[in-house]
Nanobody, 125 residues
Framework: QVQLVESGGGLAQAGASLRLSCAAS????????MGWFRQAPGKEREFVAA????????LYADSVKGRFTISRDNAKNTVYLQMNSLKPEDTALYYC??????????????????WGQGTQVTVSS
């Protein structure tokens, strides 16, 4: 069982930056693939970014590529999502996710076994 706790959400103006954190209750963070998803009111949960186990390859949704960066700190068992140049359309509840399995595809919600409770990000224009 992996427990995930997100933090760092809040209110920001368009163009500003926020950094989300996800602390994972695992012994070795690099042995699991971690993802970030988001869900806006009335919409389906959508993929934002992922960082794969071992190699640490990163994947991004086209909508955030060049603005968001996913990274991990293995010593702190924490994954981060640095969000720059925020836009009002980035407003959503952001979820951290994890899987021990290989394969993916990691842009799909059903590729993940564990989910956090979410942290709200609201971007005003």
């Amino acid at each position: 069982q992996v427990q995930l706790v997100e933090s760092g959400g809040g209110l920001a103006q368009a163009g500003a930056s926020l950094r989300l954190s996800c602390a994972a209750s695992v012994r070795t963070l690099s042995t699991i693939t971690m993802g970030w998803f988001r869900q806006a009111p009335g919409k389906e949960r959508e993929f934002v970014a992922a960082i794969t186990r071992n190699s640490g390859n990163t994947l991004y949704a086209d909508s955030v590529k060049g603005r968001f960066t996913i990274s991990r700190d293995n010593a702190k068992n924490t994954v981060y999502l640095q969000m720059n140049s925020l836009k009002p359309e980035d407003t959503a509840l952001y979820y951290c996710s994890a899987t021990r399995l290989f394969g993916g595809p990691y842009y799909r919600t059903d590729s993940y076994d564990y989910w956090g409770q979410g942290t709200q990000v609201t971007v005003s224009s």
